[in-house]
């Protein structure tokens, strides 16, 4: 008889860690949360909190043990391998480090092994996908350089819009009106206020108001919303060229911009269905943190530590 | 007889600090610099800047004392007319403040009161106009909202357009390949290192290899230069459109990118005369302080304190 045995699942990212631990049967047995876990940000807090999770999760835990972490800006931490054998001493267990992004690609429940194209629209914007154990990233080039297809970028192109409108025809147009009052400022001047020494999550929250006028039935602003998603729709494109796949792709969209926000999801559908890619959204929408689940049995069934 | 005047003219930014002394006949008597004066970035410096070169070119001196300072970021300065004041009886003078754009705008030379449009293309850009002592400015809106038609425009074009090719055919063509090697990174990934927590004039700097490009034919590096000049030509024609004139509008051209880049002035141009703009373009690019010779000399005319 096997020994039994038991998942730590980590998802750390910007502002907190969740951790959760699964039996073999694969049910939710515990779940924590702690601060932030981001080694862009603070190496040391980050492995202070990830371990409070972890110690929250295998207390009196008996059998074999399996971490599996997605970690924001895990590829600054240096010595990844020292610190994972530091984990596994003092866990007694297996552990893997991956990014928070590889995390919520495992997540994507297919038939099979489906190619996964999935694509996080939230404040920024970045598509992963994954055929046959293999991952690749593409955009995450951050808001100076990309980020096509998030809340961030619909509202610097809002604020484009109005800004353009006013100095080629020194009036407002219904849309720049609108936006402007629901902003609660009275000038084009006023938006540089919006956007400079303020967080891009800051900036990114204006996409309400853009998605309010667009429900009201405003054309400029649905026409905006419809873009962003015709650029994810058209970085989703990128990656299934770069598959040179003939399966079916399922295709996962994450993020709170994408599925929240009004006309993003349907333009991009109708866009890749005018590409004719051969398609299908994931509809489970499962947490992220189920990846950590899917890769622990991996993990345990290949009976190697290391890549899976 | 008229007691003799002279007129001190102060130009500020965000590198040093210049001030001219003129005798009333318009001789250029003295000239000094010193650190830079811009009310953004720290306004106790900026004073004691601009009054060390006051105090420079005022020793020993005598009649009438006009100050005409252009200095950044003016709009910072609260209490500005508290600050004349203390100038004023510092120096026995009569001292008027304005931005050091406006400064540039009056070192225009015109035949009688023709309207003028000033762009600056440097790093970033912006625009003003003047028409009938009437000073107007367009964009400036910063490099999140705009800066079309400047070096650090320039750039970020020339990076997102190696991105999208890479993106969409993962392979890098031939613009993108010589750009690489020039900014000597190995990866477009590495585009982030050079734009990412750098300055603004840091990431504005690359703008000379697509200007090495360019000279060296390839098609691309033209293009990105020649939309740069037609993004200038647009805002120009915009407060071209605000003056509602008909008579002949003198457009100087001002800034390191806009005079230096190649194609730039030159699409410009063509633009503007596509657009049928009844335009002359200033030739004699006058240094910008002898607008506070210019404007010292109105000031001394109209006999009176304040608005000339």
Redesign the interface.
Known sequence: MNKPFNIVGIDGGGTKTLGVLWDEKGNEVKRVEHGFANFSVDILQTKINIEKTIDDLVKDLKGEIYIVMGISGVSNLRNQDEYIKVLNSKYKALTIIETDGLLALYSVVRDSDNPVIMIIGGTGSIVYSLKEGQTNR??G??H???DEGSAYHLV?SA??TV?NNF??N?KLDEFSKELLKLLNVDEVED??KL??GVSKSEVAKHAVHVSALALKGNKKAIKLLENEGINLAN?IF?AY??MKTSEIVKVALRGGFVNKAPFVKEALIKKLENKKMNFEIDQTNLEPIMGAYYLGNKLKGSKKYGRY
Chains 1, 2 share one sequence.
Do not use: D, P, T
Request: proline letters at 0%; zero cysteines.
């Open positions: 593409l955009g080039y951050g100076l350089l990309g610097i604020f484009k800004i100095e080629a020194n938006l540089k956007v400079y970085q990128n060229k770069k």
